[in-house]
């Protein structure tokens, strides 16, 4: 059932606080809040070194949006926080991460224009989002699964913030683990991260295209492979089913690869989109990308010879789910 329509001056107002979440989350407002309590503007910028006139329009935009409540200089947490503070790496991906490739959509979606690298996105903030969502969404399925595995040698494609790597080497004494990215700001974070964990002497991060891979001497010996949120940058499906062979012969030794991302929805209303999917979708039909349906994907790892032991579902972005792959004999 749809909701009750919005007013336009609601959308105009929430648009804004989209973005006075993003903030939130950097400047430390939400941590503030959720540990201290109710905090004094003009104080919370001045030990921030932030200017206090902006800070109060972005308070004022967050409780427009009832993600705060603010009394006489004070800010409290309003009746969206919880809600707001659990999602605001969802809205960091919006509009840090995809910022720049929503404020020139008039441009992007006109065909001249949609040749060559025709887009850009914060390849770092879009790390550091994911990291969050991960957390938040993704690893209470991921984790069960992969606690249940043997391995000594995990792979992680698209590897992102580096998260992934660092908790499961951290977990597992005598793991290693290999980073591979394609954009040279996640291997920045990545490559910080690890070191931040002591962690560089086990884990290696390189640059790579997880579409495009080819042999390397530090593949051998990987006997897991994850891939989280990029599984649709194999597709079209021609092209999905030579990228999951291409992974078969280069990674000699996997005997485990988990992959997990979202799926296309076809069930809802466009008014009852959930949370992120409407974005998400968007995002990736701007930069040209085919996400496939749940079942679009399942014949694929026949074919591309992959045995689907399971498929486990992930309710953020909405219809995502977690393949778990073996090779075929």
């Known amino acids: 059932m749809s909701k009750t329509n919005a007013t336009m001056t609601e959308v105009y107002n929430h648009a804004l606080a989209a973005w006075a979440i993003s903030a939130a989350w950097e400047i430390g407002a939400f941590e503030e809040l959720r540990e201290v309590g109710p905090l004094d503007t003009d104080v919370f910028a001045a030990d921030r070194g932030l200017d206090a006139r ?28 919880d809600e707001a503070d659990r999602a605001k790496s969802l809205f960091h991906w919006m509009t840090r991460g995809c910022g720049e490739l929503f404020s020139t959509l008039p441009d992007l979606v006109r065909t001249d224009n949609r040749t060559g690298s025709f887009y850009r996105r914060d390849a770092a903030a879009i790390s550091v989002a994911c990291r ?22 995990v792979a992680d494609l698209g590897c992102g913030s580096g998260e992934r790597l660092v908790q499961l ?10 980073g591979i990215d394609v954009a040279g700001g996640a291997i920045d974070v990545a490559t910080k991260a690890v070191a931040e964990a002591g962690l560089s002497d086990r884990i290696r991060i390189t640059q790579g295209d997880a579409t495009a891979l080819e042999p390397r001497p530090e593949y051998a010996g990987v006997d897991l492979l994850t891939s989280f949120m990029m599984g649709h940058d194999f597709w079209p499906r021609a092209e999905a ?5 291409r992974i078969r012969e280069v990674f000699p030794d996997l005997k485990h690869f988990l992959l997990a991302d979202a799926t296309r929805t076809t069930t809802y209303a ?36 992959w045995h689907l032991t399971g498929h486990y579902p992930i309710s953020v972005p909405a219809d995502s789910v977690m393949f778990h792959l073996t090779p075929a004999e």
């Open 169 to 178: 080497t951290r977990t597992r004494p005598g793991v290693r683990g290999l």
């Open 54 to 81: 902006s800070v109060h329009e972005l308070f004022r935009a967050l409780a427009a949006a009832d993600v705060v409540s603010r009394e006489d200089g004070k800010v409290r947490p309003g009746p969206n926080f």
């Open 132 to 153: 969050e969502i991960n957390a938040q969404w993704w690893n209470p399925v991921f984790l069960p699964v992969v606690n249940e595995l043997d391995f000594t040698y």
């Open 241 to 245: 089913v030579a990228s999951l062979r």
């Open 270 to 305: 466009d008014q009852d989109m959930p949370i992120f999917s409407m974005a998400f979708e968007f995002a990736h039909a701007v930069m040209g990308d085919y996400l496939p349906t749940l079942e679009e994907w399942k014949p694929v790892f026949e074919e591309a010879g």
